[in-house]
């Protein structure tokens, strides 16, 4: 018998934040070929034009505007994708910032922001779509981790970010493990360099710095984009419906060097 149709999304309602563009943007949009029903949250208004681009291409897709730090306009954000769809199958918390700012002199402002950005608005989202999921009975929930989350990544400097993600894959370890029996299922991903608008940026402005990054990687390359939302495809699928509480590393080796 086939086993395509487990990596099937065919009808799920499904949320991903910080989806007007970069990795969000290919998140939903490879979601969204596979069939689901994708909601596109962002705190920019950009957020409308990528929902509609995807929309003219065939992909049942809506825009929010939404900042997932703000915690009662995410509850009212996921509420009103449940009032509209009746249900919330999947939530992708992909929604994050980083900066540059050393470690002894490191401002309790970008410390603030990082965790408020990075862990808490995280939490706000999971939350909100783990309480219509206990519900419900059924749900997947993938929220994004990084290498920083899971060792030191030179040269940058940027402790808060890097504190927030670890945080984010072991909550994702506790509430797989305590939403388990109710059917809901919540795994983290950790991506490597990837090629984005912003690694492109370094590219040409600071080269040294990208080869750096580029030496450090094992398959000597980044990144694109489509590996990362592809592994969050399977991870929202029934093929992963044996797996919860995980941190699953897409970085072409780093972590593992």
Known sequence: MSIEHLFRLDGRVTVVTGAARGIGQCIASV?????????????????????????????????????VTDRPAVDDAVDGVVARHGRIDAMVANAGWSYED?????SDE?????????????????RRAGRHMVAQKKGAIVALSSIAGVKYVRPEHHV????AKAGVAHMCRVLGCEWAAAGVRVNAVGPGYTD???????GRTQPAVLKRWIDD??????????EIASAIAFLLSDAASGMTGQLMMVDAGYSAA
Not at 38 to 65: C, N, Q, S
Not at 196 to 202: G, W
């Open 31 to 67: 979601l969204g070929q596979l069939g689901a029903t994708v909601v596109l949250a962002d705190r920019l208004p950009l957020v409308h034009e990528t929902a509609a681009a995807l929309a003219r291409e065939g992909i049942a897709a809506e825009g929010l505007v939404l900042d």
């Open 102 to 106: 050393a470690s002894v002199d490191h």
């Open 110 to 126: 970008n410390w603030s922001q990082a965790l408020d950005i990075n862990l808490n608005g995280v939490f706000y989202v999971v």
């Open 160 to 163: 808060g970010y890097d504190v």
């Open 196 to 202: 984005t608008e912003m690694l492109a940026e370094v």
């Open 217 to 226: 990687i094992p398959m000597g390359r980044l990144l694109r984009r489509e």
